[in-house]
T-cell receptor, first 110, second 116 residues
Framework: GQQVMQIPQYQHVQEGEDFTTYCNSS?????IQWYKQRPGGHPVFLIQ?????EVKKQKRLTFQFGEAKKNSSLHITATQTTDVGTYFC??????????FGKGTMLLVSP | EAGVAQSPRYKIIEKRQSVAFWCNPI?????LYWYQQILGQGPKLLIQ????????DSQLPKDRFSAERLKGVDSTLKIQPAKLEDSAVYLC??????????????FGPGTRLTVL
C-alpha cells in the first residue's frame, strides 16, 4: 500500500505564530485526508482533498494538494492554544483503506 | 447522533494473558475499522469490515489477534496471548459507505492497553 511521510515530527510555536505541516508520498495519491488528534483524544476528520492543486480553507486552516498529487500541506495562520494536538495526513492504502502518516505534533505556548 | 462507543477505556494485563475489546459503531454505518496506535505513531489499520465481511486484514497478526463483527453491527477484537509490544491504544472507527475516497471515518475514544 501507499506510504505517506510527514514533516516535521514536532513543532513548538508561540501563540499567534503560523504553523505548517507537510505530507509527502512517492506515488500519486487519488485523495488525501487530514485528521487532528488532541492529547489523550482520538483522531477527528478535518478535510479531504481530491483534485490536483486543490486548496481548501477552514477558518485559519488552509489545506493544499500538490499539482502532482504527491504532496499536501496544512497551514495554520495565527495559532491559538486550542490548535494543540497531532495532525495526521492519510492516503489510500489497499482496496478502500487509509494509511496514516506518523503525524506532526503541534505545541502552542501562550 | 451517538458516536462510536468502545469499552473498556483502559486495560492492564500481564503478558500471555488474553484481552478483548468491544466496539459499537455509529448506527447505520456499513464499514468498521480496528486500528492500533502505538505512542508517537499514526493509527495502523488492523482489520476492516464491510457489514459482517472482512475487507482487509493484511496487517492483523493472525497468530494472536482475532476479530469478528457478527450481524454486521458490533465488533470485538481479541488478543490471545498478549505480548509486551501489544501495548497501544486500540481505536475503532466506522464509516457510512464502503470506505476509501469520500468516506469519512469517525473514531471512537479508544482502549488504552498496557501489557506488563
Amino acid at each position: 500500500g501507499q506510504q505517506v511521510m510527514q514533516i516535521p515530527q514536532y513543532q513548538h510555536v508561540q501563540e499567534g505564530e503560523d504553523f505548517t505541516t507537510y505530507c509527502n508520498s512517492s506515488t500519486t495519491l487519488s485523495n488525501i485526508q487530514w485528521y487532528k488528534q488532541r492529547p489523550g483524544g482520538h483522531p477527528v476528520f478535518l478535510i479531504q482533498l481530491v483534485k490536483s492543486g486543490e486548496v481548501k480553507k477552514q477558518k485559519r486552516l488552509t489545506f493544499q494538494f500538490g499539482e502532482a498529487k504527491k504532496n499536501s500541506s496544512l497551514h495554520i495562520t495565527a495559532t491559538q492554544t486550542t490548535d494543540v494536538g497531532t495532525y495526521f495526513c492519510a492516503g489510500p492504502g489497499g482496496y478502500s483503506t487509509l494509511t496514516f502518516g506518523k503525524g506532526t505534533m503541534l505545541l502552542v505556548s501562550p | 447522533e451517538a458516536g462510536v462507543a468502545q469499552s473498556p477505556r483502559y486495560k492492564i494485563i500481564e503478558k500471555r494473558q488474553s484481552v478483548a475489546f468491544w466496539c459499537n459503531p455509529i448506527s447505520g454505518h456499513a464499514t468498521l475499522y480496528w486500528y492500533q496506535q502505538i505512542l508517537g505513531q499514526g493509527p495502523k489499520l488492523l482489520i476492516q469490515f464491510q457489514n459482517n465481511g472482512v475487507v482487509d486484514d493484511s496487517q492483523l497478526p493472525k497468530d494472536r489477534f482475532s476479530a469478528e463483527r457478527l450481524k454486521g453491527v458490533d465488533s470485538t477484537l481479541k488478543i490471545q496471548p498478549a505480548k509486551l509490544e501489544d501495548s497501544a491504544v486500540y481505536l475503532c472507527a466506522s464509516s457510512l459507505g464502503a470506505g476509501g475516497r469520500g468516506d469519512t471515518q469517525y473514531f471512537g475514544p479508544g482502549t488504552r492497553l498496557t501489557v506488563l
